[in-house]
């Protein structure tokens, strides 16, 4: 059973910067791309931000282009994000997801595997 445990969301000052963590469990294979999403209260999933784990490719969302950085542990089972120059409109739920294979992916779609989600508030 793959599992995906976010933490670090919380509440932030406009300008700040949060870095949310994923742990990876389960039998889920060390090469697959993982990614970032996020979704606003009625609003479809956003596509934040994907990394190849093998080689290290990035691909980033325009909206957070700059200010956001992937990144992952040597042992591969931890992917984080790094958020900076926080904007009140970052305001919504973050989620981790592990992809179908190994290929950068930004459709939820080619997503099997997601994390429960993780509250970040940036206050004006």
């Known amino acids: 059973q793959v599992q995906l445990q976010e933490s670090g969301g919380g509440l932030v000052q406009a300008g700040g910067s949060l870095r949310l963590a994923c742990i990876i469990s389960?039998?889920?294979?060390?090469?697959?791309?993982m990614g970032w999403f996020r979704q606003a209260p009625g609003k479809e999933r956003e596509f934040v931000v994907a990394?190849?784990?093998?080689?290290?490719?990035?691909y980033y969302a325009d909206s957070v282009k700059g200010r956001f950085t992937v990144s992952g542990d040597m042992s591969g089972n931890t992917l984080y994000l790094q958020m900076n120059s926080l904007e009140p409109e970052d305001t919504v739920v973050y989620y981790c997801?592990?992809?179908?294979?190994?290929?950068?992916?930004?459709?939820?779609?080619?997503?099997?595997?997601w994390g429960q989600g993780n509250q970040v508030t940036v206050s004006s």
């Open positions: 990394i190849t784990r093998i080689g290290g490719g990035t």
């Open positions: 389960g039998r889920i294979a060390s090469g697959h791309a």
């Open positions: 997801a592990a992809a179908r294979d190994t290929m950068l992916a930004i459709s939820e779609a080619q997503y099997d595997y």
